[in-house]
């Protein structure tokens, strides 16, 4: 059993969580992920590693409420503990030998490009990172963000808080400025990676995106993570999650995960008002 020992909310929507899983902290890398369970009859979901504590044998996990199993996830406190807790899963980011990067992050996504600017900094890489969400509501980790980057812009759709616009318009200011960057590495909506590679292929920067299909097994086994990079099927699970952004089929990958999104709303109906009768009933 897998431990909760830190719970915090940091938006209406996105909860960190802290686990106690020393096996998986001993072996962590950014990049990675792991699948989980919330009880035994539980589904399995894939969470990215955005943080982990060799020391203390723990793993930070942050997810967005979106289903079912994450709004399960949510009702369960400190010292509660997960059935799984199975990882550490997929290919580490390649950071060693890059000198200039930038890192461009949206929404929950943020939370798995952190890690990554993390250990670009550590490593004494120059790191430029552009974050971009909805409004200043829905901001998170931007305190982190700042403490491992050379250079920070924050986007917000409104102009609630950072500067107004996309995390494209604040890229291609950097690069038409005159930044030159070994790599670009994005993370978050696909849409948002769509344009943030189609940007950089323009300017000929090689770009690394981390994608995020349905997954079931993380072993490669059950198909459900695939996608078609460079006219090939890979399997995001044991390929990836990283790939040459040039080279992903970001409209196949868009429409293969729209399939799911009337199921997945429709179940965490269900579980929000099962939840509601039993405090009902408890109250």
């Known amino acids: 059993m897998y431990k909760i020992v830190r719970k915090k909310s940091l938006n209406p929507t996105v909860t960190l969580m802290d686990i106690e899983a020393p096996k998986v902290a001993k072996k962590a890398q950014p990049g990675q992920f ?7 009859n539980g589904e399995r979901i894939p969470l990215t590693v955005a ?6 044998g723990t793993v930070t996990i942050i997810f967005q409420i979106v289903g079912a199993t994450t709004e ?10 997960l059935s799984d807790f199975v990882g550490p899963l997929g290919r580490p980011t390649h950071t060693e030998g890059l000198k200039k990067v930038c890192v461009v992050g949206g929404g929950v996504g943020c939370a798995i490009a952190y890690p990554v600017a993390k250990k670009l900094h550590e490593l004494g890489c120059e790191v430029h990172s552009v974050i971009g969400f909805r409004t200043k509501d829905l901001v998170i980790l931007n305190e982190e963000f700042a403490s491992v980057s050379d250079k920070m812009l924050l986007m917000t759709d409104d102009g609630s808080v950072g500067e107004k ?5 604040a890229l291609k200011s ?5 930044e030159q960057y070994d790599e670009v590495i994005t993370i978050g909506p ?4 769509k344009f943030v590679c189609a940007l950089t292929k323009e300017y000929g920067i090689k770009t690394v995106a981390s994608m995020n299909p349905i ?3 993380g072993t490669g086994m059950c198909g459900g993570c695939r996608l078609s990079v460079g006219g090939k099927t890979v399997f995001a699970c044991v390929d990836g999650p990283e790939f040459d952004g040039h080279l992903i089929d970001f409209d196949e990958a868009i429409s293969r995960s ?3 999104r009337g199921f997945e709303r429709r179940k965490h109906e269900d579980t929000c008002n099962l939840f509601k009768k039993e405090a009902e009933n408890n109250g």
Not at 34 to 40: A, H, P
Not at 165 to 169: D, E, S
Request: proline residues 0%; glycine residues 6%; charged residues 35%.
């Open 258 to 260: 729209d399939m799911y």
């Open 165 to 169: 616009g996309l995390v494209t318009n």
């Open 190 to 193: 696909l849409v948002m990676m």
């Open 174 to 178: 950097l690069i038409d400025a005159g």
């Open 72 to 81: 399960k996830l949510n009702h369960m406190e400190e010292g509660d503990c």
């Open 34 to 40: 792991i699948i989980l369970r919330t009880d035994e």
């Open 51 to 56: 943080d982990f504590d060799r020391e203390k």
């Open 215 to 217: 997954m079931i097994d």
